[in-house]
């Protein structure tokens, strides 16, 4: 599953506008339009990067980037600061305070994609790669196709957003109930046994009952894409 965006802006134009695009390329958007909700959102599930608005009601952005760098689990996380045009004294501070990057707005939705993909790039990498690639196993995102060694591997959409989300955190073990959450749509209909039920058919077209599976159980916990498979 791509990278999460936590999106902190009150207006709901943009917001919408921003979470919409990038929903629409891959990423996972949510909103909180205000910097008290900060810390419950990144609390609930760390994002990979926050899009910040400078002028927010109560705690400013500024604000809400000094706790963020305050706290040890988010020292690093990427904040790109959205403000308006011609702060520029503003943007300075913005910088110094510790954010990455700064969009002077109104600005061009293209633009704010490709700068949280090149901050991406040097963060997190493989949640921007085209590919994903481990031992003979290759996910190709843009194609939306999977091969192992040169045998092209048939998935369901479901079973290729499932790979892709183990194959993203190689060794990083996922609850069903986290699997659930982050790879089907929340609100779909669907319970914990659906889980299992996707990883066993995603286990049997990847290695047909014959090859090595790359997919390790962990008993009471979950799955998780084996970090020596390949090695
Ligand atoms: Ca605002």
Redo the contacts with the bound molecule.
Sequence with gaps: MAASILIV???PAIHQLLAYNFEAEGFRARVVETGEEVHAAITQEMPDLVLL?W??PGLSGIEVCRLIRARTETQKLPIIMLTARGEEAERVRGLATGADDYIVKPFSVPEVVARVRSILRRSKPESVAEELIRGEITLDRGKKRVSRSVREVQLSPTEFRLLEYLMQSPGRVYSRAQLLDRVWNSDAEVDERTVDVHVGRLRKNLSRGKEHDPIRTVRGSGYAFDERFGR
């Design positions: 802006e009150d207006e608005d002028m927010l």
